[in-house]
């Protein structure tokens, strides 16, 4: 099993910055592989924000892309999601999602999510 979880959300007016954070625990087994930021608005289904790869390669929804830095911290099992410039429409509640990989056996297990952080941007 892999727990994620997640900080730093909270209210902010439009144009500010919020920086989250999801930490990964659990069974030493495995490595942690892509992790990802998901959002879910009121009435809207869960969409993806940001993932990164443990090579670090990025990729991004076109609505966040120019405002949102995803980054992580492979020894600490930990990824960051920086958002700037934040519009009224990011209002969320924002997910961190993560797989666990096993490289002697290929296979892998997840993904697994965290308990979501409410981000709210005030216009």
């Known amino acids: 099993q892999v727990q994620l979880v997640e900080s730093g959300g909270g209210l902010v007016q439009a144009g500010g910055s919020l920086r989250l954070s999801c930490a990964a625990s659990?069974?030493?087994?495995?490595?942690?592989?892509?992790m990802g930021w998901y959002r879910q608005a009121p009435g809207k289904q869960r969409e993806l924000v940001a993932a990164i790869t443990r090579g670090g390669t990025t990729n991004y929804a076109d609505s966040v892309k120019g405002r949102f830095t995803i980054s992580r911290d492979n020894a600490k099992n930990t990824v960051y999601l920086q958002m700037n410039s934040l519009k009224p429409e990011d209002t969320a509640v924002y997910y961190c999602n993560a797989g666990r990989v096993f490289p002697v056996t290929a296979t892998s297990e997840g993904p697994y999510w965290g308990q979501g952080t409410q981000v709210t941007v005030s216009s």
């Open positions: 659990g069974s030493t087994f495995g490595i942690i592989g892509t």
